[in-house]
């Protein structure tokens, strides 16, 4: 088992890890994830329920109002890599504190939102005024929920998983995928009973209390702070997730010169583009074929379930075979999604979709997670994981807007969508160069001792 590190004397209260009887990254992973719900209300799925209201409430056209969403996104993009050194410096038990308080207190502000632009006057169509309300509202939701809590609950989790980190992705993925696919049915129903400032309350509560109580009670840094090793698994032999000793590892700034990086980045981005776009219009998209708004928002529930089939097969997977599969597996999972945008009116259509969506989310879930502390270790990984939270917020912030412009100067999402049928071949190519940085490192380490380097 090696050498038990000793602990930090900060990472025993209130209690002391090691007298769990068993592992306490299994812990780790339940509050992790729980955190990585913040997401939801900022995120397209979860804000669907709301779009329609607040365009009528603050007199917002929809592509002011994607506007307003972009900027906010695009605000969170850029705090990320703050948000990935924060963590590296200050834990992440002080940032995760910091972020579910500070994300409990905007979505109770932004329940307040209608009754503030009445107060200002808000009675001009696109005023400045609705416009702006919107803005500090997605902004402090994107910044906080996204930004801060998904960097900081993905970096505790993969920090505690090495061997085993292919079971904590699919556990990880699988909830993700219902809270996120669910989000927008069972918003609905909270929103058609209690109303829609009501639900915004509930909200804020629940992570301004709930979560961030779990953050100070449970969330821990890593096994190695609180004087434990990590769990090894019994059989890893044909695992790719060997843990990289924290001499070998990369710091954020040499990830950021791999050609891996960049590659696998890429195909996040670009359906990171595509996932949020179509999300975020699904009720107008669903309009231009008269499909009703409940059944769009239900096409959400089919797509979760092939969203956990294939991450249960993605993720087993992933333990053994080269990153670059599955980022083809990514590539191709988009094309599908477009072919069934193109088409979202006939059956075929809505089911490519479906089928392309599901995939590529439950890919998009291991890709975002497993190739970084594989590659470049553990030791920098909050900093590593900012840029990384910071290049997939900055594109999905492109994703609303895309489709909103393209509805709005053209009548149609057909263009936004031929956008990115154009930039598939490219994701194609560069998933094709995708290698292991951290294998090459080695192997070349090993040459220039045989020869004397």
């Known amino acids: 088992m090696g050498v038990i590190p000793a602990a930090k004397k900060s990472q025993q209260w209130p209690f002391n890890v090691k007298r769990f009887p068993f592992y306490y990254g299994w812990v780790v992973l339940v509050v992790g994830t729980m955190g990585m719900m913040a997401a939801v209300p900022g995120s397209p799925p979860g804000l669907s329920v709301f779009i329609d209201p607040m365009l009528s409430d603050l007199r917002l056209s929809r592509d002011t109002f994607s506007l307003a969403y972009t900027i906010g996104t695009l605000m969170a993009g850029i705090a990320a890599p703050f948000a990935g050194w924060a963590i590296d410096h200050y834990g992440v038990r002080g ?16 329940a307040f939102i209608p009754s503030v632009h009445a ?25 906080m929920g996204v930004a801060f809590g998904m960097t900081v609950c993905r970096t505790m989790i993969f920090r505690w998983f090495a061997e085993r980190r292919n079971l904590a992705a699919i556990i990880n993925g699988i909830v993700l995928s219902l809270s996120f696919s669910s989000a927008p049915v069972l918003l609905n129903i909270i929103a058609n009973r209690v109303g829609t400032q009501a639900t915004w309350m509930v909200l804020g509560l629940l992570f301004a209390i709930g979560m961030t109580l779990v953050a100070l009670i449970f969330f821990r840094d890593s096994p190695e702070a609180c004087g434990v090793t990590i769990e090894k698994a019994k059989n890893a032999k044909d695992s790719r997730d060997t843990d990289i000793p924290e001499h070998l590892s990369f710091t954020a700034r040499q990830a950021l010169r791999t050609s891996a990086f960049w590659a696998i980045n890429l195909a996040i981005a670009t359906h990171a583009i595509i996932g949020t776009g179509s999300a975020f219009h699904i009720v107008s998209l669903a309009g231009e074929s008269d499909i009703l708004r409940d059944a769009a928002l239900k096409l959400f529930l089919p797509i979760s379930m092939v969203n956990i ?65 594989r590659f470049f270790g553990r030791k920098h990984l909050g900093s590593i994981n900012g840029y990384v939270s910071g290049i997939t917020i900055l594109t999905s ?41 951290n294998a090459t490192r080695n192997r070349l380490r090993r040459t220039a001792v045989i020869i004397g380097d």
Do not use: H
């Not at 107060?119 to 910044?143: C, D, H, Q, T, Y």
């Not at 059956?347 to 291991?366: Q, V």
């Not at 609303?400 to 990115?420: E, M, N, R, V």
């Open 119 to 143: 107060a200002i006057g808000g009675s001009a169509v696109n005023g400045m005024g609705g416009f702006l309300l919107v803005l500090i509202a997605f902004g402090g939701m994107r910044v």
């Open 309 to 373: 089939a294939s991450t249960l097969f993605f993720g087993w997977y992933s333990r053994r075979c080269p990153m670059r599969l599955l980022v083809l597996v990514l590539v191709a999972a988009q094309a599908l999604t477009l072919m069934g945008l193109l088409y979202f009116g006939e059956n075929y259509g809505r089911l490519l979709f479906t089928l392309g969506s599901g995939i590529g989310w439950g890919t998009f879930g291991i890709l975002i997670n497993v190739p970084w502390p």
């Open 397 to 437: 912030g492109l994703g609303p807007y895309l489709f909103g412009l393209s509805k709005a100067t053209s009548g149609s999402f057909d263009p936004a969508i031929w956008l990115c049928i154009a930039a598939t071949p490219l994701c194609l190519l560069a998933a094709l160069t995708v290698r292991n940085p």
């Open 95 to 110: 940032v995760a504190t910091f972020t579910f308080l500070g994300l409990g207190l905007v979505l109770i502000l932004t």
